[in-house]
C-alpha cells in the first residue's frame, strides 16, 4: 500500500508489532483453550478474519478435520481498515452463538486494537492467536522481526491483501477518488513486502504491479501459513 495507507494498515504493522508485545502475555495460547462446561461436546468455533478464511479452509482440509467438527465463522476483512471496529464485533458475535460451540479460538492477532480484543474474549471462555497480527504469525516472530529491523518501513501484505488490493486497499482507503493523499497513506513506507502463502507468480505480478502504483521498493517471501498451521492444528486437537 501507499504510505498513507501503510500508516492505517500495513505499514503501521511494524511499529504495532511492538506496542502489541506487551498484552501479548494476556493471550491464552492456542493449545489451551477452554472448554466450556455450556457444551463440553460440540464443535470448536474459529471466528476470523475473513483474509484468513481462504488459508483456514486449506489448513483443515489438509488436517482432515470436517466441517461439523470445526465451525470456521469470518468477520469481514475490510476491518483490516478499522481495527476499532473488532473487538465489538467479535463480542457481539460471541454473546449470541458462543454456547453452541466447545472451545473458540479467534482468528485474529491484536491487530492494532491495544488489547480491546483480549478484553473482550476474556468474557467468552475465549483465545485469540498469540501474535501482534497475522504478517507476524504468517512469518513467524523472527523472520518478521527481521524484516522490521531491516526496514521499519514495511507495508505488509498477503496473499488475500495481494488478491484484493484494488477493494481493500486502493477503494478502501479512497485512493481511488484521491490519489494525492497517497503521500500522505504511504509516505514513511519504503518497502512493500509480500509475505506469500502460496507459489503464484499471478500473484506475484500483482504485489508488484501494487507496489509500483503505492511508489514503494517490492520484498518478497514465502513463507506459507507460518504459525497459523500449529495454531489451528491444535485448537482442532488432532
Known sequence: MSDSAGRRSGGRQARL??????QEAAA?????LVTTSANPAGPVLVLACGALANEIIALREQLGVTDDA????????????????????????????????????????????????????ARHEASRLPHAHCYEFFATTPRFNAISEAEIGSYFMTDFLVRHFDRIVWEGLGLDT???MLKTYFGNYRDLVYLAQTDSPELQAKAQEAAKRLDLRYVYHKVGYGDLTQAIKAAADV
Open 17 to 22: 508489532g511492538r506496542r502489541a508485545r506487551p
Open 28 to 32: 491464552v495460547a492456542p493449545e489451551s
Open 70 to 121: 470445526m465451525v470456521l465463522q469470518c468477520l469481514p476483512a475490510e476491518l483490516h481498515n478499522r481495527p476499532g471496529q473488532i473487538a465489538p464485533r467479535l463480542d457481539a458475535y460471541l454473546s449470541e452463538h458462543r454456547h453452541k460451540y466447545s472451545r473458540v479460538l479467534v482468528g485474529y492477532g491484536d491487530c492494532g486494537t491495544g488489547g480491546a480484543i483480549d478484553k473482550a474474549l
Open 178 to 180: 484521491r490519489p494525492e
